[in-house]
């Protein structure tokens, strides 16, 4: 299966995204595979047979959110230089969000733009994470705050990599299906909520709607200046919670899962949620094995940090929240008790 993004008000090249059709990828120059030791232990023999290039090399870095950040892209960077690359060689990107994320930033500066190549190997990755050219790293004060909009020249989702893909990864990625269901497609949300996506043909339909969602999405608005904002559903509460947490605790999804439940408590004080509404979503991140709850300790910390969010200006903090399911508003006008009295449902 093929799903284009034709980008409708950008200058970038339009791309690919192929599910299942990854036979032989034949590159002219030097090439070097970007992927995380676990990855590599799993399939990195698997996905070398498969690529065809005048150089091919490899770049394993360690595993986990906690080593996004800019001394694993200086190590990427060097190795590349090491291997000689140049500004006609291509990086593959070969693993989950991370591995995706770093390799697109170091591709965005290494000699000023090289070509990349997404492989992703997790089901959070190929639903979201490497469609749509966000690219970047995490530091002290938040995630992903340091990166560049960088869109890859083909996305590669194979289901066989999910084979090896751990419950918790699985659900993680689950998450980000629920987001775009939500926001986009109410039949596609209550599909979700009666599927099992441990069925391979279940699961394949919900890949391709979500990406179906996605590049529709990216192809509106690249840089993030109006609808694509959208897809940040959860994530305003999320990223605080990864950062509050070190993004050790949880999984980016499970961080997500958790933030949607805070949103639609703040949708429905606000009358836009109704109550069944948000218990149908709440039932359906349970069916999924996924967080509802984290306990926020310091009240005031916690909204000082929302501050700290790309979606946020002029100390203006921006919600994306659901209007109904299915729909969906974007607010940058609520009140700090507002806000507060959300966060204290769930400091109790």
């Known amino acids: 299966m093929r799903i284009d993004i034709r980008f409708l ?11 299942d059709e990854l036979q032989q990828l034949c590159l002219d120059g030097k090439a070097a595979i970007i992927t995380n030791e676990t990855i590599a232990a799993l399939h990195l023999e698997n996905i070398k ?4 290039a005048k150089e091919l090399h490899e770049v394993i870095i360690k595993d986990g959110e906690k080593y996004k950040n800019l001394q694993t892209i200086e190590y990427i960077l060097n190795e590349l230089f090491k291997f000689k690359l140049d500004r006609k060689s291509t990086l593959i990107a070969f693993g989950g969000g991370v591995v995706g994320d770093m390799t697109g930033f170091a591709a965005a500066i290494y000699q000023r733009g090289i070509n990349f190549i997404q492989v992703p190997t997790t089901l959070l990755a190929q639903v979201d994470a490497s469609v749509g050219g966000k690219t970047g790293v995490n530091n002290s004060y938040g995630k992903n705050l340091i990166g560049a909009f960088y869109q890859p020249r083909a996305v590669y989702c194979e289901s066989e990599f999910l084979k090896t893909l751990p419950e918790r ?3 993680a990625g689950v998450a980000e299906i629920i987001k775009m269901a939500v926001m986009f497609d109410k039949e596609f949300f209550y599909w ?4 099992d996506l441990k069925d391979c043909v279940n699961l394949k339909e919900a890949i391709a709607k979500s990406i179906k969602i996605k590049a529709d999405v990216v192809a509106q608005d690249e840089r993030e200046r109006g609808i694509r904002a959208v897809l940040n559903y959860g994530h305003t509460f999320a990223h605080v919670i990864e950062q509050k947490t070190n993004y050790c605790k949880y999984l980016h999804g499970e961080a997500v899962a958790v933030g949607m439940l805070m949103a639609n408590e703040l949708a429905a004080r606000l009358g836009l949620l109704k109550q069944s509404e948000a218990a ?21 910390d916690f909204y000082d940090s929302f501050l700290l969010d790309k979606k946020s200006s002029n100390s203006k903090i921006t919600f994306i929240l659901p209007n109904g399911i299915g729909n969906f508003v974007i607010r940058d006008d609520i009140s700090e008790d507002t806000i507060k009295d959300v966060l204290k449902v769930f400091g109790r």
């Not at 008000?9 to 599910?19: H, L």
């Not at 047979?49 to 065809?52: A, E, G, Q, R, S």
């Not at 979503?281 to 005031?300: A, C, H």
């Open 169 to 171: 990864e699985f659900s």
């Open 280 to 300: 149908d979503i709440e039932k359906t991140v349970q069916k999924f094995s996924l967080p509802t709850r984290y306990k926020i300790e310091n009240i005031d």
């Open 9 to 19: 008000q950008s200058k970038s090249m339009n791309y690919a995204v192929f599910i």
């Open 49 to 52: 047979n498969k690529i065809k």
């Open 192 to 195: 979700l909520l009666d599927k």
